[in-house]
């Protein structure tokens, strides 16, 4: 019996390791659209679609979705295109104002993949994708590139001149690249080096 159940942990924490795994190389895509309709996202590169309905609450979302661009498509034909980043939900909706019927006309024009706010999640991210790294001016290292997220001041020279985040210590940092953890598990301070090229 004590083998079951030491059997059962182990599995249980597997599938929990598992699942923390895949938040880190996931994102989502939500928003509003007419109760009923059926949204359909697509990543034609990857092969990639998923058909949701919209509940009777008017939202849907589409969780679980790998990095990428994407194609989101109404059933009336009408449609978005979206970047989905690491542990965010993109927006995309597709319902109108009442208010913006009245007038007579409206464009906007924009250009750009920076998503709208994630406000389906209390999480404070930022996600800096590679094209923006490589624009920005600063040094080509993980830590200076960290310095960017809102809240983060260079920690003590004793603990390495790491990123704080939001007051906290530099010991409770995790690092990942790409999806994967590479916190040094032995002092938990610092992380394993990576090429900076390396970043996707």
Known sequence: MIRKTTLAIALGLCIVGGAHAQS???GA???RADAGDTITVSNADR???RTITV??????RLSQLPVGEYTVTRNDGSARKVRVSVGTASTVDFTESPAAQ???GITVFGSGQINPI??????STTILTAEQIAKIPVARN???VALLAPGTVRGDAAFGNLASFGGASVAENQY???GFNITNTFQNLNFVQVPFEGIA
Not at 118 to 123: K, L, N, P, T, Y
């Open 176 to 178: 990942f690249f790409n």
């Open 118 to 123: 994630d406000v389906s999640s209390v999480e």
């Open 142 to 144: 993980t830590t200076d």
């Open 47 to 49: 092969g990639f679609s």
């Open 55 to 60: 509940g009777a609450d008017g939202t849907y």
């Open 24 to 26: 880190n190389t996931a």
């Open 102 to 104: 009245t007038l007579d």
């Open 29 to 31: 895509i939500s928003g």
